[in-house]
């Protein structure tokens, strides 16, 4: 396992050098820059703050310095936020998009992973359909519209949170945000574990398991869950990326200071450092939750070796 994990850590060195090369140059060959305004700077101006921040010299040149930059751990400045720099803002804004992202996928995995249970249990029955509309229902109404829901019922009806804002990260300010980030991903892990579940009751084993005069919640614990947790775990390292780097949607919504974003806002300010930043966090949290999700896979199911 030892061998497997630094073959794949190596592995993923030439992997973040591509996406960190693409990532640079699709962004220097998009029209318009950081400092292109819509009234416009000087020629001088604009030539002084290119110079100032590196921008004049050959686009080689700018790269092998931001490679050598990243492997000091700088990110740079940003061009439209110029009292930060990039390590600055994600300090500040990862922390409390890693605590929502982390909430709303534990709630995920736990209720989506019941509720699929519950409903592979109840096939073809009156369990099995409420889990399934509800699964659909879910995963098709959109955060920007789950948000004010949640806002108009929670905050403005019923007054039990708050409408938005972080609170200093209070848990009823947190409450709204996680469920917005969650419900999709319920849907979603519930429709894997019913489909993983009832798939893994008509195996062999499991037959024969029942056969021998094993409990029902031995059969359905001991044995099925393992086999049918591969596919919800195969999901949940890539929502665990994305979830943990934020909601652009949610973030607004609820007014959280999260890095969500700042993506979006860098990216039609041609914020060129702060995209970078965004990429290469993102990048890294696939990449180590992919590695995660592999390393899973040989505790949670005994066929599966790596040495």
């Known amino acids: 396992m030892l061998h497997y994990v630094i073959r794949r850590l190596f592995t993923a060195i030439p992997t973040l050098f591509v996406i960190i090369a693409l990532a640079f140059f699709l962004m220097r060959v998009a029209p318009g820059g950081p400092f292109n305004q819509e009234r416009g700077l000087s020629p001088e101006v604009k030539a002084n703050l290119e110079k100032a921040y590196g921008l004049d010299e050959p686009l080689w040149r700018?790269?092998?310095?931001?490679?050598?930059?990243?492997?000091?751990?700088?990110?740079?400045?940003?061009?439209?936020?110029?009292?930060?720099?990039?390590?600055?803002?994600?300090?500040?804004?990862?922390?409390?998009?890693?605590?929502?992202?982390?909430?709303?996928?534990?709630?995920?995995?736990v209720v989506g992973g019941a509720l699929g249970i519950i409903a592979a249990l109840n096939q073809n029955r009156l369990g099995d359909y409420l889990v399934i509309a509800t699964a659909t229902a879910g995963s098709t109404i959109p955060t920007f519209v789950i948000a004010p829901v949640i806002q108009l019922l929670f905050g403005l009806t019923w007054k039990l949170l708050p409408i938005g804002g972080w609170g200093e990260g209070a848990l009823l300010n947190k409450v709204g945000p996680v469920l917005t980030l969650s419900l999709p991903q319920i849907a979603i892990v519930a429709r894997l574990m019913r489909g993983s579940m009832i798939e893994a009751l008509r195996s062999h084993h499991i037959r024969t398991a029942r056969a021998l005069g094993l409990s029902n919640w031995s059969v359905v614990v001991r044995h099925?869950?393992?086999?049918?947790?591969?596919?919800?775990?195969?999901?949940?390292?890539?929502?665990?990326?994305?979830?943990?780097?934020?909601?652009?949607?949610?973030?607004?919504?609820?007014?959280?200071?999260?890095?969500?974003?700042?993506f979006v806002d860098a990216a039609l300010n041609r914020d060129y450092t702060l995209v970078m930043g965004t990429v290469v966090v993102i990048a890294i949290f696939t990449i180590v939750f992919n590695l995660i999700v592999d390393i899973l896979y040989a505790f949670v199911d005994p066929r599966v070796r790596y040495d």
Do not use: K
Not at 99 to 105: I, K, P, T
């Open 62 to 109: 700018q790269f092998l310095t931001y490679l050598n930059n990243l492997l000091h751990g700088d990110f740079g400045p940003s061009y439209n936020l110029p009292d930060f720099t990039v390590g600055e803002l994600f300090a500040n804004g990862l922390p409390i998009s890693v605590q929502l992202g982390a909430s709303a996928l534990v709630l995920a995995l």
């Open 224 to 262: 099925a869950l393992r086999g049918a947790l591969l596919p919800v775990i195969s999901y949940a390292g890539p929502a665990a990326a994305a979830l943990l780097t934020g909601s652009v949607i949610v973030e607004t919504i609820f007014s959280i200071p999260g890095v969500g974003r700042y």
